[in-house]
């Protein structure tokens, strides 16, 4: 059952409409764009109202929570260690912790437990920033470990290692672009889910100088006719890779068009069915049409857009493009023609570093100071309820069976009832 549960998953990524009653199952949901078709979901709470329970965390992470069922797993750090837990999502207690490794540390706002965890429902694989990369089953049996650093030389990136794999019928896509602190190349890796082997590894050149080298971003599934690509951004361009033997198939410069010496690359690129949408450090954000060879930074480009996130990734609910920015001004752009519905519109004041999610007709973005504001979906901008948690978030809002999750320093919340479908 749990198989055919993980086969009917992996038909489901990349599109937009998904049916009601969805796991989690990694960083931007079960369409990898920020979309969720749930509905009736909770609009307000606080640390007492709406919330069914709370579990405590011994530190904060960039790392979102991850649903399966009954289970959500959690990349958490604890001192000098890193740890991969799961947690009994009816009850809010931690079924099982599994030691990732040491050598936690903080790298500016993130320590190593950054990466989301990835499942099918069946096992489970997690990366740290430390370069480990583990797969256990759900109930916690280890399967098999990597040590990337080790096998690959040592990350060279300046905040430390931030990416998601991205998971894909049998293998897991693992990006290491870095620059800033190695002349090592930057490398897309494909690994089998497995048995932990190394399918192929590709390096990714790069003109890209000091710091511009360097990504935080995870890889997305690009789907069209009977094409499927891995697109990876960062190094100032935006390329797309056969899956099966990691070549490069078209690259797109032109984000860093002015050269810049520190133009790296946090916000992850979306695709929106034949369209892939590629953020940078704030601008330009290219909007480009699948199906190109070589480069294609002319021939395939349908817009651009220079009001770009720099760390929190946009999402799309198939007809606009919704951009929350870190200072918290939010524009709505018509998906396919990058023309501005609405923009510049203010929501509350603060930093934002987690990414926005759509579900239920409105826009979900929590800020480190631990506020989510729901506004309105769709060519009308309007906020319906600012909820704060009081205390540093730098997580995304995770969506699953009428429940929103969202993970500060100190607990997991569970706000709202579970719907089962």
């Given at each position: 059952?749990l198989?055919?549960?993980?086969?009917?998953?992996v038909?489901?990524i990349?599109?937009?409409?998904?049916?009601?009653a969805?796991?989690w199952?990694?960083?931007?949901?079960?369409?990898?764009?920020g979309?969720?078709?749930?509905?009736n979901?909770p609009?307000?709470?606080?640390?007492?109202?709406n919330?069914t329970w709370?579990?405590a965390?011994?530190?904060?992470?960039g790392s979102?929570?991850?649903i399966?069922?009954?289970?959500?797993?959690l990349?958490?750090a604890?001192g000098?260690?890193?740890?991969?837990?799961?947690v009994?999502r009816n009850?809010?207690?931690?079924?099982w912790?599994?030691l990732?490794?040491?050598g936690?540390?903080?790298r500016?706002?993130?320590?190593?437990?950054s990466p989301?965890p990835v499942?099918?429902?069946?096992n489970v694989w997690?990366?740290?920033?430390?370069?480990?990369l583990?797969?256990?089953?759900v109930d916690?049996?280890?399967?098999?470990?990597r040590?990337?650093q080790?096998?690959?030389?040592?990350?060279?990136?300046q905040y430390?290692y931030g990416?998601?794999?991205l998971l894909?019928?049998?293998?897991?896509?693992?990006?290491v672009?870095q620059?800033f602190?190695?002349?090592?190349?930057?490398?897309?890796l494909?690994?089998s889910k497995?048995?932990?082997?190394?399918i192929?590894?590709?390096?990714r050149?790069?003109?890209a100088r000091?710091e511009s080298?360097?990504?935080?971003?995870?890889?997305?599934l690009?789907r069209y006719?009977n094409n499927?690509e891995i697109v990876?951004?960062?190094?100032d361009?935006?390329?797309?890779?056969d899956?099966s033997?990691?070549?490069?198939?078209w690259?797109?410069?032109?984000l860093?068009?002015?050269?810049?010496?520190a133009?790296?690359?946090?916000a992850?690129?979306?695709?929106?069915g034949d369209m892939i949408?590629?953020p940078?450090?704030?601008?330009?954000?290219?909007a480009?049409?699948?199906?190109?060879?070589?480069?294609?930074?002319r021939?395939h480009?349908?817009?651009?857009f220079?009001?770009?996130?720099?760390?929190?990734t946009p999402a799309?609910?198939?007809?606009?493009l919704y951009?929350?920015?870190d200072?918290?001004i939010v524009?709505?752009?018509?998906?396919?023609?990058?023309r501005?519905?609405?923009?510049r519109q203010?929501i509350?004041?603060?930093?934002?570093s987690?990414?926005?999610?759509?579900a239920d007709g409105?826009?979900y973005v929590?800020?480190?100071d631990g506020?989510?504001?729901v506004?309105?979906?769709g060519p009308?901008?309007e906020?319906l309820?600012?909820?704060?948690?009081?205390?540093?978030t730098?997580?995304?809002?995770?969506?699953?069976?009428?429940?929103?999750?969202?993970r500060t320093?100190?607990f997991l919340y569970?706000?709202?009832?579970r719907?089962?479908s």
């Amino acid at each position: 059952m749990l198989k055919h549960l993980a086969l009917i998953a992996v038909v489901l990524i990349g599109l937009v409409a998904v049916p009601a009653a969805e796991n989690w199952p990694q960083w931007r949901g079960p369409s990898l764009n920020g979309a969720s078709a749930e509905k009736n979901l909770p609009v307000r709470w606080s640390t007492t109202q709406n919330i069914t329970w709370k579990l405590a965390l011994p530190a904060w992470s960039g790392s979102t929570p991850i649903i399966w069922g009954d289970r959500i797993f959690l990349n958490v750090a604890e001192g000098n260690d890193l740890y991969l837990w799961c947690v009994d999502r009816n009850r809010g207690a931690p079924i099982w912790k599994q030691l990732l490794g040491s050598g936690n540390l903080q790298r500016q706002k993130h320590n190593m437990s950054s990466p989301s965890p990835v499942t099918d429902g069946v096992n489970v694989w997690v990366m740290t920033g430390t370069g480990i990369l583990k797969a256990f089953d759900v109930d916690g049996k280890a399967i098999w470990t990597r040590d990337l650093q080790r096998d690959y030389g040592r990350f060279g990136m300046q905040y430390g290692y931030g990416a998601s794999p991205l998971l894909f019928e049998d293998s897991l896509y693992v990006p290491v672009l870095q620059g800033f602190f190695t002349d090592d190349p930057s490398y897309v890796l494909r690994i089998s889910k497995a048995s932990g082997r190394t399918i192929w590894r590709v390096e990714r050149p790069t003109q890209a100088r000091r710091e511009s080298p360097d990504a935080y971003t995870t890889p997305a599934l690009l789907r069209y006719g009977n094409n499927t690509e891995i697109v990876v951004t960062g190094g100032d361009v935006v390329t797309g890779h056969d899956p099966s033997t990691g070549k490069e198939l078209w690259r797109a410069n032109g984000l860093n068009p002015s050269n810049e010496g520190a133009y790296r690359i946090v916000a992850s690129p979306v695709v929106l069915g034949d369209m892939i949408f590629a953020p940078s450090r704030e601008r330009p954000l290219l909007a480009l049409k699948a199906g190109g060879r070589g480069e294609v930074s002319r021939s395939h480009l349908l817009w651009t857009f220079n009001n770009g996130p720099d760390v929190p990734t946009p999402a799309t609910d198939g007809t606009y493009l919704y951009i929350v920015n870190d200072r918290g001004i939010v524009w709505c752009l018509d998906a396919k023609t990058g023309r501005e519905v609405y923009g510049r519109q203010r929501i509350r004041s603060a930093t934002y570093s987690g990414s926005p999610v759509v579900a239920d007709g409105k826009i979900y973005v929590t800020n480190e100071d631990g506020v989510t504001v729901v506004f309105r979906a769709g060519p009308t901008f309007e906020v319906l309820a600012e909820n704060d948690l009081d205390d540093y978030t730098l997580s995304s809002p995770a969506i699953s069976e009428g429940q929103i999750f969202i993970r500060t320093a100190k607990f997991l919340y569970a706000i709202g009832s579970r719907a089962r479908s």
